[in-house]
């Protein structure tokens, strides 16, 4: 069965990190492009990053340029997204999703369940 399973989530105060992984079980992420995205309540989900598997290229909303950084270790056939200097808007539910070629952004065909972010004193 071929899944992502995201981790790392939880309650954090403002200005704090947190770092997300993305797991892949049932299929190697070597040739999938894996992007992250949110969806914070009341609103519509929004891509947040992506890397691609050709030469690592990175890709980040402007909300989180500077903040965020996406990485690879295809060897623990994960991802992960570093989130630094978080703040309440970064309040949301974060999912990976990955999707077969080498460029962002793919057709994205498989999805995580997600992992809850609070942002908040």
């Known amino acids: 069965q071929l899944q992502l399973v995201e981790s790392g989530g939880g309650l954090v105060q403002p200005g704090g990190s947190l770092r997300l992984s993305c797991a892949a079980s049932?299929?190697?992420?070597?040739?999938?492009?894996i992007g992250w995205f949110r969806q914070a309540p009341g609103k519509e989900r929004e891509g947040v990053s992506c890397?691609?598997?050709?030469?690592?290229?990175?890709y980040y909303a402007d909300s989180v340029k500077g903040r965020f950084t996406i990485s690879r270790d295809n060897a623990k056939n994960t991802v992960y997204l570093q989130m630094n200097s978080l703040k309440p808007e970064d309040t949301a539910v974060y999912y990976c999703?990955?999707?077969?070629?080498?460029?962002?952004?793919?057709?994205?065909?498989?999805w995580g369940q997600g992992t809850k972010v609070i942002v908040s004193s």
């Open positions: 049932g299929f190697t992420l070597d040739y999938y492009a």
């Open positions: 999703a990955g999707g077969y070629g080498s460029s962002c952004p793919p057709q994205f065909d498989y």
């Open positions: 890397i691609s598997s050709s030469d690592g290229s990175t």
